[in-house]
């Protein structure tokens, strides 16, 4: 059984909420004027299934669920991602320590190598946050 089209609507606009909270407006807003007949139907995925389906389920705060990102991107190699979802952390609530212990972590489930990209990547996001004032 499929969703109502009101349904698939209500979930997309809380996942465009949510996005919008975690990655920032102008983000957002970049990513969709970016997005072409070619595209356009990911970025619609993206929002309904990822931030729409997924992150408005309670058994995770966002806090958790931006760190469990990290760690994923970090084993992915993903340095684009890292980078988007290290600042969705800081905008979430988590804490530069917290982050580094992940990327720690991740140094020994992931590989030494993938935890010095995102050192780096950390490094720069959180460089660029206190010069944010963020």
């Known amino acids: 059984m499929t969703e109502s089209k009101a349904s698939q609507s209500a979930v ?7 996005r919008r909270s975690v990655l920032g407006d102008s983000y957002v807003d970049q990513a969709l004027a970016g997005a072409d007949d070619l595209s356009k ?9 990822c931030w729409g389906k997924i992150w408005t ?9 931006s760190l469990i990102n990290v760690a994923m991107l970090t ?8 980078k988007l979802h290290i600042q969705g952390a800081l905008r ?34 959180f460089a660029n946050a206190a010069n944010d004032g963020a």
């Not at 720690?104 to 990209?117: F, R, W």
């Open 12 to 18: 997309y606009a809380e996942g465009m909420k949510i």
């Open 57 to 65: 389920r309670e058994g995770l705060a966002h806090t958790t669920r």
């Open 75 to 82: 084993a992915l190699n993903r340095p684009h991602e890292v």
């Open 92 to 125: 979430n609530g988590c804490s530069q320590e917290e982050i580094v212990e992940v990327i720690l972590q991740c140094a020994v489930y992931c590989g030494v190598p993938a935890a010095i990209d995102t050192m780096r990547i950390a490094r720069d996001v």
């Open 41 to 49: 139907p990911l970025q619609e995925l993206v929002t309904e299934f």
